[in-house]
């Protein structure tokens, strides 16, 4: 049972927008950033998304984030084959003094 | 190029120990957190420990807590993580990753691209 809460599975068709939600408490996500990281089939977790927002150097702008209050979303749009991964949220916790983990989202391009 | 490359990892049996290593290059190292995340095979993400620039203040899951400890020499510009008595469900791969600042709580930007810990008979 991870802390931050993800749905387990979500899909799209090509070119359309998925988003993908993060649902957390005041403890994490209500009172620290949220940050998004992308998992290719058989390849290294990578930063989507750092301080709630923000893209690193080489990430598409299809790519965006948000948040508020103790929730949070991913949002991919003009969606690619190549976005098929999985994906996982993450945040501090204050009371846990500790990171944590969604229990990812696995994203289907039918 | 900023990098992380992780060595060290491997077979050990139950109760044993194992010393994993994470080599930085393309930054000034002292400057940043570091963590630790490990996937269990076929598994999600699962924070380990994290250790904050500077003097080096550590966090540790409760799952690993008196057991694995994290430090960092930063003339080696390095991260270790110290692996004793260790158990079957630590079997996974481990990913360190840099921090965008000194403070625990700044969030990651970069993966390394991990290293296999197996803990069988």
């Known amino acids: 049972q991870s802390v931050l809460t993800q749905p387990p599975a979500a899909s799209g068709t090509p070119g359309q927008t998925v988003t993908i939600s993060c649902s957390g408490s005041?403890?994490?996500?209500?009172?620290?950033?949220l940050n998004w990281h992308q998992q290719l089939p058989g390849a290294a977790p990578k930063v989507l998304i750092y301080n709630n927002n923000q893209r690193p150097s080489g990430v598409p702008d299809r790519f965006s984030g948000s948040k508020s209050g103790s929730s949070a979303s991913l949002a991919i749009s003009g969606l690619q084959s190549e976005d098929e991964g999985d994906y996982y949220c993450a945040s501090w916790d204050d009371s846990l003094t500790g990171w944590v983990f969604g229990g990812g989202t696995r994203l289907t391009v039918v | 190029e900023v990098q992380l490359v992780e060595s060290g990892g491997g077979l050990v049996q139950p109760g044993g120990s194992l010393r994993l290593s994470c080599a930085a290059s393309?930054?000034?190292?002292?400057?940043?957190?570091m963590s630790w995340v490990r996937q269990a095979p076929g598994k999600g993400l699962e924070w380990v420990a994290v250790i904050s620039g500077g003097v080096g203040t550590e966090y540790y899951a409760d799952s690993v807590k008196g057991r694995l400890t994290i430090s960092r020499d930063n003339s080696q510009n390095t991260v270790f993580l110290e692996m004793n008595s260790l158990r079957v469900e630590d079997t996974a791969t481990y990913y360190c990753?840099?921090?965008?600042?000194?403070?625990?709580?700044?969030?990651?930007?970069?993966w390394g691209q991990g290293t296999l810990v197996t803990v069988s008979s």
């Open positions: 990753a840099k921090h965008v600042g000194n403070s625990v709580v700044s969030t990651p930007d970069l």
């Open positions: 005041s403890s994490n996500i209500g009172s620290n950033t």
């Open positions: 393309g930054f000034t190292f002292k400057f940043y957190g």
